[in-house]
């Protein structure tokens, strides 16, 4: 059964600083792995998804990467804002159904 | 814009009542799911449906059922609710499988307290 680590748990940075988020999963042999924000009390927004076959997506500030072999997967949110401040959730797609890591809280300080 | 929509954001309801969750989706996806998020164990697959008529069982489906009766709807179930199933349920859809640019979107999700 697939399963999905992110680390870490929590994160606060300064404003300004880049963030970087880790994933880690342990069937390699998924379709796609995505990368959600969620806001307390709302749902999950997607933010980027890579596909099994690409190395790396970039979507503005946020860029993901992809190492398939490792299994791993890296979020780097550069020159992070106040309004960054969310949960970051990534997700494997194996076979249609999507394994959830349990997220990094992030906090941005002004 | 894609979108996905639950029927209430909050509802309050007392154990042993019968508990329907309703989910739309606007892209003509295959797929549909349903999640509960607790703190502490993250998100977990209720039951997801892969068709029209066609269900599977999650990680914890017990407690639960679900319907699918057109491509658009999944209906989440509580035949008799608990206390225990006091949670926020999110739902979710996505293309077909075999697509490589399968990306799944959530709606907004409903916090349901059971007293």
């Known amino acids: 059964k697939q399963e999905v680590t992110q680390i870490p748990a929590a994160l606060s940075v300064p404003e300004g600083e880049n963030l970087v988020l880790n994933c880690s999963f342990t069937?390699?042999?998924?379709?796609?792995l995505q990368w959600f924000r969620q806001d307390p009390g709302k749902g999950l927004t997607s933010l980027l998804l890579i596909q099994s076959s690409q190395r790396e997506q970039t979507s503005g500030r946020l860029n993901a990467s992809l190492d398939k072999s490792s299994g791993r997967s890296t979020l780097y949110i550069a020159a992070s804002q106040p309004g960054d401040s969310a949960t970051y959730l990534c997700a494997a797609d194996s076979w249609g159904k999507f394994q959830f890591g349990a997220g990094t809280q992030v906090v941005v300080t002004p | 814009d894609v979108k996905v929509t639950q029927s209430s954001r909050y509802l309050v309801k007392r154990t042993g009542e019968k508990v329907f969750l309703e989910c739309v989706q606007d892209m003509d996806h295959e797929n549909m799911f349903w999640y509960r998020q607790d703190p502490g164990l993250g998100l977990r697959l209720i039951y997801f449906?892969?068709?029209?008529?066609?269900?599977e069982k999650g990680d914890i489906p017990e407690g639960y059922s679900v319907s699918r009766e057109k491509k658009e709807r999944f209906s989440l179930i509580l035949e008799s609710a608990s206390t225990n199933q006091t949670s926020m349920y999110l739902c979710?859809?996505?293309?077909?499988?075999?697509?490589?640019?399968?990306?799944?979107?959530f709606g907004p999700g409903t916090r349901l307290t059971v007293l």
């Open positions: 449906s892969y068709d029209v008529k066609m269900k």
């Open positions: 979710a859809s996505s293309g077909r499988s075999s697509e490589m640019n399968n990306e799944q979107f």
């Open positions: 069937d390699s042999a998924i379709y796609n």
